[in-house]
C-alpha cells in the first residue's frame, strides 16, 4: 500500500499510541505526543495538496477536509498545552506517573478514533470510529479516580452508550433503506454510493432512521435535553481533555449529523431534517444560557456555554441554505478554537488557585496579567462581542435567518443575550476586584491560548479569500 | 404462506421480546441475571438461525460470541461482582412491576406501529425482525431508566444492545455486523471492569451522604 496522507492522518496516531504507551518518563512522551500530533496535523494540511484515491472505506471529500484540519490543529495546540498542564498536575502529585504514559496513549488513540470518524467512507466504520473515541475520553475523564470524577465518567459511559446504541439502531435502518435499491453487502454503507441512490430509497424507513440517528448522535453532540453527561465530563476530567471535548469531539458528532442531514436531503420525500433540528438547537441554546446563572464551578460554566454555542451551530445548520450553512461552518470553527483557548486558560487558572470554584477565583487581572486577559479576551470572543470572530458568525446566522424566519431570530437572540450577561456576571468577579487566593506565577505556555485567540481576532477582521471560497464550497455541498 | 424457516426465526425473536418483559419485573440481582443469560442464550440461537437460513457463515461467529461471552462469562463476572460488592440481597422497587409491564406493553405496541408501517415494502422476515428488535431495544432502555443499581443498569444495557444485534443481524447481508457485536463487547467488557474496579453502586447518584455534599461542587 503507497503510503499517502490518508492512510497518514491515522497511521501516525496509531504508531504514536502503541509508542507512548511502551516508553518512560513524562518529558519524554509529553514532547513526543506534541510530535506526532503536528504531525498529523501537517499531513492533514497535505490533503489540500495532494487529494487522495478514496475507496470503499476511506474518503477525503471537501466537507471533511475542513473538519480533519481543525481537528488536527486544535489536538496539536491542545498537546503543547497539556505539556505544562499535566507536568503541573505531576508536581502537585494529584497524577501518578504511570497515569501519565496512560494519558498519552490515550490522547493518540481518541485523535485516531476521531480522524477514522472523519475519514470514514463506511457509516458502520465511522459509529465504530466514534464508539471509540467516546471510550477513550470516558477514560480519560476519570483519570483522577477521585469520586467525582469516576461518577461524571460514569455518567458520561452510560449516556453516551445509549446514544451510540441508538445511532447504531438509525445506521441500520439506512442499510435497510438502501438494501433494496443498491443491493445486499458492502456497498449499501458506503457513503458515497449511498448519495448517488439516495432519491430513490424508501421515505418512510429514512424518515424513523434519522430520528434514531439524531437521538443517538444528538447525545454526544450535547444538545439538550440529552446533554446531562455534558458538563460532569468537562469539569471532572484533566482540562486539556475538557478542550479537546468542546473543541473537537462535539464537532466529530455534528459531522456524522450532518453527513446523514445531507442523504435525507437528496430524498425528495423524506421529511426535511431542518425544523427537527433548528428546534433540538434553540432548545439547546436558550436552556443553556439560563444555566450559565448560578454555577459555581468554572469548568461546569464553560461547559455550558458549549452547550449553548453548540446550539446555535446546529441551529444554523438547520437552517440549511449556502448562507446559514457558511455561517454555520465559520460558527463551529470559531467556537472550537476559542473554547479551547479558554480552557486553556481555565486549566492554568484553577492550577494557579488550586481550586474550580469561582468564589475562591478573584481579581486575576491584577494577581495574573497574562492569564488574567488571556480569559477576559476569551470571554469577550465567546460572547460574541465585535470584532471577534464569533461575532461575526453569530451575525451571520442572525442575518441569514432574519428574512425567513424573524420569530426564531428573535428566540436565538434572546439565548445569546442571556449567555452573554451570564458570562459577565461571573467574569467580573473572576478578572476584576480584590485578588484572593495564592497568586504565584503560572508555569504556563501561553503559545496555544493567544494563538487561537489571534486567529479568532483576525477572523473577525479579515478572512482570506480561499478560506472563504473554501467554506463557501462546503456551504453548498450541505444544501 | 411462510415457511418453516420464517416461522423458527419469528418464533426464536418473540421468546426475546418474552425475556426481555421476565427482566423487567425482576426485582432480585440473581434472578435478573439468570434472566439475562437465557436472554443471550435466545440472541445466540436467533443469530445461528440467520447464520443458517441466511447462509452467511460469518453469522456464526456473531453467535458464538453471542453464546460464550454474554451468556457465560458476563452472567459469571457479574455473579462474582455481585457477591464481592454484597448487593446479592437488595431488592430495588424504583417502579412497580404493574406499571412497569405497562409501559413496556406500550412500547411494544409503538415500535409494532411504527416498524410495520415504516417497512411495508420490506421482505417480510426482516421487516418482523425489525420491529421486535426495536421492542428488544426499547424495553432495555425502560429497564435502564427504572432502575437504580449499576449492575442492573448494565443488564439493561445488554439487553438493549442484545435487540441491536438481532437487528442487523435480520437486516441480510449487513456487512461489518461481526465487527460492530465485537466493539459492542469490548464497551460491555470496560463497563463490567470498570463497576468491579470503582465499586459503583448506585448510577448517578451516591448513598455516601458526605460525597453528596460536594457533588459536582454545585451545591454549598
Not at chain 1, 481543525?70 to 496539536?76: E, Y
Not at chain 1, 496512560?102 to 490522547?107: G, L
Not at chain 2, 432502575?147 to 437486516?171: D, K
Request: glycine share 8%; charged share 10%; net charge neutral.
Amino acid at each position: 500500500m503507497i503510503f499517502d496522507a490518508l492512510t497518514g492522518v491515522l497511521l501516525i496516531p496509531a504508531v504514536a499510541a502503541v509508542l507512548l504507551a511502551a516508553l518512560p518518563g513524562y518529558r519524554l512522551t509529553a514532547r513526543l505526543n506534541v510530535v506526532a500530533t503536528f504531525l498529523t496535523f501537517a499531513t492533514a494540511v497535505s490533503l489540500f495538496i495532494v487529494e487522495p484515491v478514496s475507496g470503499p472505506y476511506l474518503l477525503v471529500d471537501d466537507l471533511n477536509r475542513v473538519f480533519i484540519v481543525l481537528t488536527t490543529f486544535v489536538s496539536f495546540t491542545t498537546s503543547v498545552f497539556s505539556a505544562s498542564y499535566i507536568e503541573h498536575e505531576i508536581e502537585i502529585g494529584r497524577l501518578k506517573l504511570t497515569y501519565v504514559r496512560f494519558y498519552h496513549s490515550m490522547y493518540q488513540v481518541m485523535m485516531f478514533g476521531m480522524n477514522l470518524a472523519l475519514v470514514a467512507n463506511n457509516i458502520g466504520l465511522m459509529w465504530v470510529a466514534i464508539e471509540m473515541a467516546t471510550l477513550t475520553t470516558v477514560l480519560m475523564v476519570g483519570i483522577y479516580r477521585t469520586h467525582e470524577a469516576l461518577e461524571a465518567a460514569w455518567k458520561y459511559f452510560i449516556l453516551g452508550s445509549v446514544g451510540i446504541a441508538l445511532a447504531l439502531f438509525g445506521t441500520i435502518l439506512v442499510y435497510m433503506a438502501a438494501k433494496p435499491v443498491i443491493g445486499e453487502g458492502l456497498y449499501a454503507m458506503v457513503w458515497t454510493v449511498l448519495v448517488t441512490h439516495a432519491a430513490k430509497f424508501d421515505p418512510a424507513l429514512l424518515n424513523v432512521a434519522f430520528v434514531f440517528l439524531l437521538l443517538g448522535y444528538g447525545t454526544k453532540v450535547g444538545l439538550a435535553p440529552l446533554h446531562a453527561w455534558l458538563p460532569d465530563a468537562h469539569a471532572e476530567g484533566p482540562t486539556p481533555i475538557s478542550a479537546v471535548l468542546s473543541g473537537l469531539l462535539l464537532n466529530v458528532a455534528l459531522y456524522a449529523l450532518l453527513r446523514f442531514k445531507m442523504l435525507l436531503a437528496l430524498n425528495p420525500a423524506a421529511i426535511a431534517p431542518g425544523p427537527l433540528m433548528v428546534t433540538m438547537g434553540l432548545i439547546s441554546c436558550v436552556f443553556a444560557a439560563f444555566m450559565l446563572y448560578r454555577r459555581r464551578d468554572i469548568k461546569r460554566m464553560f461547559a455550558y456555554s458549549s452547550i449553548e454555542h453548540m446550539g446555535i451551530i446546529v441551529f444554523a445548520f438547520g437552517m440549511g441554505g449556502p448562507l446559514a450553512n457558511f455561517a454555520g461552518l465559520l460558527h463551529m470553527t470559531m467556537h472550537s478554537l476559542t473554547k479551547s483557548a479558554i480552557f486553556y486558560a481555565v486549566g492554568h487558572i484553577s492550577q494557579v488557585k488550586g481550586t474550580q470554584k469561582i468564589a475562591d477565583i478573584s481579581g486575576l487581572t491584577v494577581s495574573n496579567p497574562v492569564l488574567g486577559w488571556g480569559l477576559v479576551l476569551g470571554v469577550v470572543a465567546i460572547a460574541g462581542l465585535p470584532p471577534l470572530g464569533i461575532f461575526m458568525s453569530e451575525f451571520l446566522v442572525v442575518s441569514s435567518t432574519f428574512a425567513r424566519e424573524p420569530w426564531l431570530v428573535i428566540i436565538l437572540v434572546f439565548g445569546i443575550l442571556v449567555g452573554l450577561s451570564g458570562l459577565f456576571l461571573r467574569l467580573n468577579t473572576i478578572a476584576f476586584g480584590e485578588p484572593r487566593g495564592p497568586t504565584a506565577p503560572a508555569q504556563a505556555s501561553y503559545v496555544p491560548m493567544f494563538a487561537h485567540l489571534a486567529i479568532v481576532f483576525t477572523a473577525g477582521i479579515y478572512m482570506p479569500p480561499a478560506l472563504v471560497s473554501g467554506f463557501q464550497n462546503v456551504a453548498r455541498l450541505l444544501g | 404462506m411462510h415457511s418453516l424457516s420464517f416461522d423458527i426465526a419469528h418464533m426464536l425473536a418473540g421468546s426475546l421480546v418474552l425475556v426481555s418483559f421476565m427482566q423487567l419485573y425482576q426485582d432480585r440481582l440473581y434472578a435478573l441475571l439468570n434472566t439475562f443469560a437465557l436472554h443471550a442464550f435466545i440472541l445466540a440461537a436467533s443469530v445461528a438461525w440467520q447464520a443458517f437460513v441466511q447462509d452467511a457463515p460469518h453469522l456464526y461467529l456473531t453467535a458464538m460470541i453471542a453464546l460464550v461471552f454474554k451468556a457465560i462469562v458476563i452472567p459469571v463476572a457479574l455473579h462474582r461482582i455481585i457477591v464481592k460488592l454484597g448487593i446479592h440481597r437488595e431488592i430495588e422497587t424504583v417502579v412497580g412491576v404493574g406499571p412497569a409491564m405497562l409501559l413496556g406493553m406500550g412500547l411494544v405496541a409503538l415500535s409494532m406501529v411504527v416498524m410495520l408501517r415504516v417497512t411495508a415494502e420490506a421482505d417480510p422476515l426482516a421487516r418482523e425482525d425489525l420491529a421486535f428488535a426495536l421492542s428488544v431495544v426499547l424495553l432495555g432502555l425502560l429497564m435502564m431508566v427504572t432502575r437504580r443499581n449499576a449492575v442492573s443498569q448494565v443488564i439493561g444495557f445488554m439487553s438493549l444492545e442484545n435487540g441491536l444485534v438481532l437487528a442487523a443481524t435480520g437486516a441480510k447481508g449487513m456487512p461489518l455486523v461481526v465487527e460492530i457485536s465485537v466493539a459492542f463487547s469490548v464497551l460491555i467488557a470496560f463497563i463490567v471492569i470498570g463497576i468491579f474496579l470503582f465499586r459503583i453502586r448506585e448510577r448517578f447518584d451516591t448513598v455516601d451522604v458526605q460525597a453528596l455534599d460536594k457533588f459536582r461542587g454545585e451545591r454549598q
